[in-house]
C-alpha cells in the first residue's frame, strides 16, 4: 500500500507528517508493506527543505525528514498511491480538482478518520508558525490512518 500526504507547499503539514506517519508504521513493522510519501498542491516551494519550524519539530521528536526536498503532486501520484491525503479545505478541493475522475475516491482529508474531529483541517503552520499544534494535530489524525491502514492490508 501507498500513502501520499499532500499540503500547499510540502514544507510543513505534508513532510511532517510523512516523517510522523514512517514512526508509525517502522513501530508496526509495516515498512516492508506499506510507503509513505509526502508531496504539494503548488509548486511554489518545490526543491525546498522544510521549514524551519517544521524541521524543528522533526528534531524535537526524532523523527527522520529523510533530506525531504518538496515537491509537487504529479498524475502519476493519483494512478500510483492508494491514498492521498490532504490537509484542509484548499488542499481537498485542489486534490479533487487535480485528480483524475477513476482516482477521486483516493483522496481523503487528514481527519477522516478522527473520532470527533471528522472535517475539521489542520492549520497550515507556515501563517500560523503554530508548528507544535500541528504536531499534536496530526498526532491525533495519524493513529486512525495507521489503523486503517492495518484493515486494508491484511
Known amino acids: 500500500m501507498k500513502v501520499l500526504f499532500v499540503c500547499l507547499g510540502n514544507i ?3 513532510p511532517m507528517a510523512e516523517a510522523m506517519f514512517l514512526k508509525e508504521l517502522q513501530d508496526a513493522n509495516l515498512t516492508s508493506q506499506v510507503e509513505v510519501a509526502s508531496a504539494a498542491t503548488s509548486s511554489h516551494e518545490e526543491g525546498n527543505r522544510p521549514h524551519p519550524g517544521a524541521r524543528k519539530i522533526m528534531e524535537k521528536y526524532h523523527l527522520n525528514d529523510r533530506e525531504h526536498r518538496s515537491r509537487p503532486i504529479t498524475m502519476t501520484d493519483f494512478a500510483n498511491y ?3 491525503i490532504g490537509m484542509d479545505e484548499m488542499n481537498m478541493h485542489n486534490l479533487k480538482a487535480m ?3 477513476q482516482y477521486q475516491d ?3 482529508a487528514i481527519n477522516d478518520f478522527t473520532p470527533g474531529h471528522k472535517g475539521e483541517p489542520i492549520p497550515d503552520p507556515w501563517y500560523t508558525h503554530r508548528f507544535q499544534d500541528t504536531y499534536d494535530s496530526l498526532a491525533l ?10 484493515k486494508q492490508i491484511q
Do not use: E, G, H
Open 106 to 108: 483516493k483522496v481523503y
Open 82 to 84: 492508494d491514498l492521498i
Open 141 to 150: 489524525a495519524l493513529p486512525n490512518w495507521l489503523n486503517y491502514v492495518k
Open 12 to 14: 510543513c503539514r505534508s
Open 99 to 101: 485528480a483524475p475522475r
